[in-house]
């Protein structure tokens, strides 16, 4: 039995529903007031069976109920994750993304369940702009960095010290995900907003991938026993500019067509603190995240590619126009209903 954190995000969803297309019978943590219906209407859409499902109520950071529920399982699929690049919100990056993957790596030694298969970020290597960032580029920190990037780091060193203490890992690190799910939350963020109106984009580029091939590549880099592994995950790179025109486009409304300038970036990071004092609301952006999307990155995903050949496995991603395409189909079938 597979056990998986996080089953109800936009990876994780996927993730469940793949591993039981797969054959696979699945445990699932979630919290009290999870969204798990939505899950289960994904798996019965695709005509899955919710018989090889089990939802345990938990927290990642109750290692008692971590402990139990793993009982009978034989992998973990760690996907849960807080992502925030708000000031406010380090202590809460630290306590969910190192804290709790560290207690998921105790729970599993305890519970001698050796196979981990964890889900990170590219934000967890380094960024560099003028230099493709591979999975050989290393994290550097410094006052630039911000409190999530950093949380990934520091949760990849938990998943790297359980393989030192007897656990079989592998790591994904995907870019910017794609897909479908919780629309107040995370990447998924980005359809609402565009869905609003903006006028703005954003200087920079930035890579991008499919939540379908993201929970894909850990099927089957899990399946064919590939270990002691990190892949990054990346389909395209892209400006934000194409992509945020792209989006506009699938949601039938008008693209941006204004660059947000460097002027412009250092005015609205101190507006939107100002009215985060006044109104006490969250900034919409930070001076971090605006900073960030002035950058240009790129990203190699090549190597999923090489490493599933050696098991006579062919990858191909999924282009990021049918990614954004069937995320903005679920988004209007939400707003809709």
Same mark, same amino acid.
């Given at each position: ?222 399946? !064919? !026993? ?10 395209? !790179? ?66 999923? =590619? ?11 991603? =999924? ?19």
């Amino acid at each position: 039995m597979d056990f998986i954190t996080g089953a109800t995000g936009i990876v994780g969803r996927e993730l469940v529903s793949q591993l039981i297309s797969a054959g696979h019978t699945v445990k699932a943590l979630c919290r009290t007031n999870s969204d798990v219906t939505s899950v289960e209407n994904l798996i019965t859409s695709r005509g899955l069976s919710l018989d090889r499902l089990t939802w345990v109520e938990g927290e990642l950071n109750d290692t008692q109920s971590l402990e139990s529920s793993l009982k009978g399982c034989t992998r973990v699929f760690h996907v849960a994750a807080l992502v925030s690049f708000h000031p406010l919100d380090e202590a809460s990056l630290l306590k969910t993304n190192v804290e709790g993957t560290k207690n998921i790596v105790n729970a599993m030694l305890h519970q001698d369940v050796k196979t981990l298969m964890y889900v990170s970020s590219v934000a967890a290597l380094g960024r560099q702009e003028n230099k493709i960032v591979d999975e050989e580029t290393p994290f550097e920190d410094g006052i630039g960095e911000t409190g999530y990037s950093r949380s990934k780091y520091l949760a990849e060193l938990e998943v790297w010290r359980g393989q030192e203490e007897g656990l079989s890992v592998a790591v994904v690190n995907p870019s910017i995900i794609i897909g479908a799910g919780d629309f107040t939350r995370s990447s998924a963020e980005l359809f609402p907003q565009i869905h609003a109106g903006l006028s703005f984009y954003p200087a920079g580029s930035s890579g991008y991938v499919s939540s379908s091939d993201v929970a894909k590549a850990c099927v089957l880099l899990a399946d !064919n !026993n590939i270990r002691g592994e990190r892949v990054l995950l990346n389909s395209e !790179n892209r400006s934000f500019k194409s992509l945020m025109c792209e989006i506009a486009i699938a949601l039938n409304v008008k693209p941006p067509f204004r660059v947000v300038k460097p002027w412009m970036s250092s005015f609205a990071w101190r507006a939107f603190w100002l009215i985060e004092k006044l109104t006490g609301k969250r900034a919409l952006a930070t001076k971090s995240s605006l900073n960030m999307s002035r950058s240009i990155i790129v990203y190699d995903g090549s190597k999923i =590619e090489r490493v599933l050949a050696l098991e006579g496995v062919k990858w191909e991603y =999924e282009p990021v126009n049918k990614a954004i395409s069937r995320t903005a189909e679920s988004y209007l079938a939400s707003i809709s209903s």
